[in-house]
């Protein structure tokens, strides 16, 4: 079955990095988009960036721009996403979460897919 | 950014009741629009997808109408299973924006 699964919670100090995997299978890896969105605590959702598993291209929201990376591994079918300069407001459960569009599609579709999400905790 | 203003941010209902969340968006952004649910620990759910296309396996008491900048999801009969967090989102324009959640509560 179609499935994301992510990689275990992480705890970092500010100014640090996190990089976080999500394995997908179950389906064409390089066929659909996947996007990362996040949950700070008592918070709602924000979408953070999205990449093209085929091409490696990316689009990230400007709020994240020179901080975040988001890249893939074709051969191990994970995506990962890295999170520069960490400040204590980055602490948030982050997920993966599949485009239910086909790569090419004339334009994005929703989220059909989601991890089962990744706790960053940002600590002194 | 196309700003997504959901209506109300909390709602005590019953089971049995129907259950309609607004959601309006800044600017014009034809049906691309989706509403998940979401509930603690768990990852959200795609329920609605192009304002008003069930999701595969999604209940038919979850519909969702509206085009432009008004738009609703509708829960026909709340069960238990339904009182959750129900998020819309917008995929017209990057940045995807999503609406601040509507909190389904137990009255």
């Known amino acids: 079955q179609v499935q994301l699964v992510q990689s275990g919670a992480e705890v970092k100090k500010p100014g640090a990095s996190v990089k976080v995997s999500c394995k997908a299978s179950g389906y064409t890896f390089t066929s659909y988009h996947m996007h990362w969105v996040r949950q700070a605590p008592g918070q709602g959702l924000e979408w953070m960036g999205v990449?093209?598993?085929?091409?490696?291209?990316?689009n990230y929201a400007q709020k994240f721009q020179g901080r975040v990376t988001m890249t893939r591994d074709t051969s191990t079918t994970k995506v990962y996403m890295e999170l520069s300069s960490l400040k204590f407001d980055d602490t948030a459960v982050y997920y993966c979460a599949r485009d239910r569009k086909v790569v090419p599609a004339d334009h994005f579709g929703a989220m059909d897919v989601w991890g089962q999400g990744t706790t960053v905790t940002v600590s002194s | 950014d196309i700003q997504m203003t959901q209506s109300p941010s909390t709602l005590s209902a019953s089971v049995g009741d129907r259950v309609t969340i607004t959601c309006r968006a800044s600017q014009s952004m034809s049906n691309w629009l989706a509403w998940y649910q979401h509930k603690p620990g768990k990852a959200p759910k795609l329920l609605i997808f192009k304002a008003s296309s069930l999701e595969s396996g999604v209940p038919s008491r979850f519909s969702g109408s509206g085009s432009g900048t008004e738009f609703t999801l509708t829960i026909s009969s709340l069960l238990p299973d339904d009182f959750a967090t129900y998020y819309c989102?917008?995929?017209?324009?990057?940045?995807?924006?999503f609406g601040q959640g509507t909190k389904v509560e137990i009255k």
């Open positions: 990449i093209n598993p085929s091409g490696g291209s990316t």
């Open positions: 989102q917008q995929y017209h324009t990057s940045p995807w924006t």
